[in-house]
């Protein structure tokens, strides 16, 4: 079960990030462009919710069972900033826990404004600030806190 989560989370983060993108790229464009906001560009704001919010509850699952949260096992070669215990018990579920809240108060807050201009100048901030704290939380291969692979396979 854990093999399994850990995989979906895995894969699933890239769709938070290409669906984070979009969203900025087509906000970005809006606003320079001064374009309609479509029935499609509020189709891709409430998508992009969706599967952020998809990413949150399989992360709230793989935590419960986590042997990595759960246990604090030395680390025979760590030159990381911090254990992986600690980053995934503290660090990356309230950074990531802060990125879907941010995500999901710009897309009810952009689905409200009045305006075109509005909707996207709502959306390319909030969703803009989400993915900052998203790329710092993620355990890139690179990252100075922990690392994992880019894909995990079933
Ligand atoms: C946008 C949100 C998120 C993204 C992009 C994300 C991304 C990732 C990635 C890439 C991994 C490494 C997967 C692997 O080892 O192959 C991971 C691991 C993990 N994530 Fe997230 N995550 C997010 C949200 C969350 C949240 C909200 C929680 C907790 C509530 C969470 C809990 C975990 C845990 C516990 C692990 C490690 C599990 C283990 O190794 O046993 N994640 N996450």
Redo the contacts with the bound molecule.
């Keep these: 079960m854990?093999q399994i989560l850990?995989?979906l989370?895995?894969i699933n983060?890239w769709l938070?990030?290409l669906s984070l993108l979009y969203s900025i790229y087509l906000a970005a464009m809006g606003r320079l462009k001064q374009l309609k906001f479509t029935a499609n560009a509020n189709f891709v704001r409430h998508v992009t919710a969706t599967i952020?919010q998809i990413?949150?509850l399989l992360?709230?699952s793989?935590?419960m069972i986590?042997?990595?949260?759960k246990y604090a096992v030395a680390e025979s070669d760590n030159n990381h900033l911090v254990s992986e215990h600690v980053f995934?018990k503290y660090i990356?579920?309230w950074l990531?826990?802060t990125?879907?809240v941010l995500i999901t108060l710009g897309s009810a807050k952009a689905k409200r404004m009045e305006t075109d201009d509005q909707k996207f100048s709502t959306m390319l901030f909030w969703f803009s600030l989400a993915l900052l704290v998203?790329l710092v939380?993620?355990?890139w291969p690179f990252s100075p806190f922990t690392n994992?692979?880019f894909l995990?396979s079933f």
């Design positions: 854990h850990l995989s989370h895995s983060r938070v990030l952020s990413q949150l992360g709230l793989l935590y986590s042997p990595v949260v995934f990356h579920i990531m826990a990125s879907v998203i939380a993620i355990p994992r692979p995990r």
